[in-house]
């Protein structure tokens, strides 16, 4: 897109879903009408109803699973590294995975501080769930949790958990005068953050398929846009956590990070679509697309694993002490990366037992030793981790 398109022309709003009002710098910010709109979803419905049925598969094996947490774990890793890519943040898997298991005690660098806090928030987002439903209160705590132990610079300056104050904008130069897109000037956007959670919490009376619903409701929040950064995060994870007190699926997992990011420019001129022309079916056709692929990749991701798990159950039949050796390759797909202290505090076994769990491991070729001076040692479940990072 070349410089002259990306600013924010007036007269582009032919046919708006909102309103101009004037803002600083003499330019015009856009409030979004309160949704919902008036919608035909005729044209929608055929994609509509196959992005229901595949939702519908993925929850299915999701609810059949033994256990869940296997792979909600990675799932949600998995999520955390391509939501945060999209800012052009890069942690690699295993820098995560050392942290998480406790051999770093610090994020080696801001990125994988920025993706460790994405896990976070999707997760308090859950815990919320069972006392707050969708709110002003949920989505600060979802945006605190994102971005606090954050450096300044990547919280946009303003305060985690708190609304921003000013007027912000959208697009790659820090003029106002060149911005893509100029969400509502302040208070307003406090204004449609009250309308959108009324919206949430009404809708049982407007009769919107949940898919569709959580459509408008993305877009909305993205063009309220209503913190310093931490926008385009707090709006995907929302998502699974509407589906959750949607009862549409009770666990975490479908994530639609990586499709956002791998149609991007496509994701953010639909949204700008909706404000300027009113074109609502186009991005709602977009986002529905967007869950059908989102179900077919965690369903592969999730067939993958359970093929390796079942192949790394039969090696370890044959050991001796083998429920011992299978428990630990369970945690194993949980955590990717294993220490003995690790292995040793969790199951309760002496060190010297640990070690020889691991080195059977490592034999049977399901985990490998990672070559550095850092002690205590760790192993990585190499071909498990193959899977995530594809
Ligand atoms: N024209 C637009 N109208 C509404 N929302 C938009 C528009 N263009 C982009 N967006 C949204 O703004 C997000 C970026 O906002 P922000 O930088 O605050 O969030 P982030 O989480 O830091 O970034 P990112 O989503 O890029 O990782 C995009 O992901 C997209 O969801
Ligand atoms: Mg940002």
Redesign the pocket.
């Known amino acids: 897109m070349n410089h002259t398109q990306s600013v924010m022309r007036t007269n582009e709003f032919t046919n708006p879903s909102g309103y101009l009002l004037p803002t600083v710098a003499n330019q015009r910010s856009f409030v979004p009408n309160p949704l919902p709109p008036k919608l035909d979803l005729n044209s929608v419905q055929q994609t509509l109803s196959k992005a229901d049925r595949k939702l519908g598969e993925l929850r299915g094996i999701g609810t059949y699973l033994a256990n869940p947490y296997l792979l909600i774990r990675p799932l949600q890793r998995k999520e955390a590294i391509a ?2 890519n ?2 052009g943040t890069y942690t690699s898997l295993p820098e995560l995975l050392l942290f998480e298991s406790g051999v770093e005690d610090q994020p080696r660098s801001t990125d994988t501080r920025e993706v460790y806090n994405y896990i976070r928030a999707l997760q308090r987002g859950f815990d919320f769930l069972e006392e707050i439903p969708i709110s002003n209160r949920l989505i600060l705590e979802l945006h605190k949790s994102l971005l606090l132990g954050l450096p300044r610079v990547r919280t ?1 300056h303003g305060v985690p958990g708190n609304y921003r104050t000013e007027q912000n904008f ?1 697009g790659k130069s820090k003029d106002i005068s060149k911005a ?2 100029i969400p509502p000037i302040p208070p307003n956007h406090l204004d449609c953050m009250g309308d959108l959670e009324k919206f949430v919490n009404t809708d049982d009376m407007t009769n919107l398929p949940p898919l569709v619903f959580i459509a408008l409701f993305h877009y909305q929040f ?2 309220i ?1 209503p ?1 310093p ?5 707090v ?1 995907r994870l929302l998502i699974p956590i509407i589906l959750k007190q949607k009862d549409i699926m009770a666990q975490p997992l479908l994530y639609m990070s990586q499709y ?1 990011e791998d149609n991007k420019d496509e994701y ?1 001129d639909l ?2 679509r909706v ?1 300027q022309k009113s074109e609502w079916l186009p991005w709602i056709r977009f986002f529905l697309e967007g869950v059908i692929q989102s179900c077919d990749n965690t369903i592969d991701t999730i067939r993958k694993v359970q093929d390796l798990r079942e192949e790394y159950q039969k090696r370890c039949q044959q050991a001796r002490s083998s429920a011992l050796l299978i428990h630990i390759v369970d945690m194993l797909f949980e955590r990717i990366a294993v220490t003995v202290p690790l292995i040793r505090d969790a199951t309760g076994i002496s060190y010297t037992a640990a070690q020889n769990n691991i080195n059977r491991l490592v034999e049977y070729g399901i985990i490998k030793e990672v070559a550095s001076q850092r002690r205590p040692k760790f192993y990585f479940a190499t071909e498990l981790m193959q899977i995530f990072e594809d």
């Open positions: 939501s945060s999209i800012e946009g959208i893509r897109f993205e063009t846009h913190f950064d931490g926008n385009g995060r709006g956002f953010v949204l700008l404000s």
